[in-house]
């Protein structure tokens, strides 16, 4: 797409796994594609409808496969809906350790038959931690070396497509 930079750093790419999370804070912020900036806390996100996804593999070749887990969580396309009125047509989804993935609204309307991506906050029924990730991304297609299953989700931009980085990022 013309406005994806060739090196996409938010596209999947070998990556050592950091194990801290980057601060105790688990708030994030949502960035419309009309500039408006909206502050979302777990709180926030709980009181949106949630969705259980089962089944659900944090696939490593580095330390190993764990799970199955089943996370809860929002759906990232029923939290864009909400908070967002523009058109748009993909996301980038990013921790305050700067690890991220571009998501695009297809994958989000398109759900896999492994399940919808979620941001999700809670694991086995229990709320997550934030050492566990919260918030998370749960992308479960994903088994490529977890590189799609964000911890710790500090912004998401969401973008029109042919729409040029804005929200000084
Ligand atoms: N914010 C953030 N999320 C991340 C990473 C990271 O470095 N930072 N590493 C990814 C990689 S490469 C792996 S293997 C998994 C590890 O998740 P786990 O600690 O739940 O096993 O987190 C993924 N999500
Ligand atoms: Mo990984």
């Given amino acids: ?58 696939v490593s070749t580095g330390h ?10 929002v759906r990232l396309l ?5 908070y967002v009125s523009e058109p748009w047509s993909q996301t980038e989804v990013i921790s305050a ?22 941001l999700a906050h809670t694991v086995d029924g229990e709320p997550m931690t934030r050492d566990q990730g919260l918030v998370r991304l749960i992308v479960p297609s994903e088994e490529d070396d977890a590189l799609r299953q964000v911890k710790w989700v500090e912004r998401i931009i969401v973008r029109e497509a042919g729409q040029g980085a804005t929200n000084g990022m």
């Fill in 78 to 82: 029923d939290l864009v809906k909400h």
């Fill in 64 to 73: 190993g496969t764990s799970g199955p887990f089943t996370f809860g969580g």
């Fill in 1 to 58: 797409m013309a406005d994806v930079p060739e090196h996409d750093p938010l596209e999947p790419h070998s990556h050592d796994p950091n194990p801290e999370p980057p601060s105790s804070d688990p708030t994030f912020t949502v960035h419309a594609p009309g500039g408006k900036t909206i502050t979302v806390t777990v709180d926030d996100l709980r009181a949106l409808p949630t969705t259980d996804v089962p089944g659900c593999y944090i």
């Fill in 97 to 118: 350790d700067g690890f991220g993935n571009r998501v695009y609204r297809e994958e989000l309307e398109e759900v896999d038959p492994a399940g919808p991506i979620l």
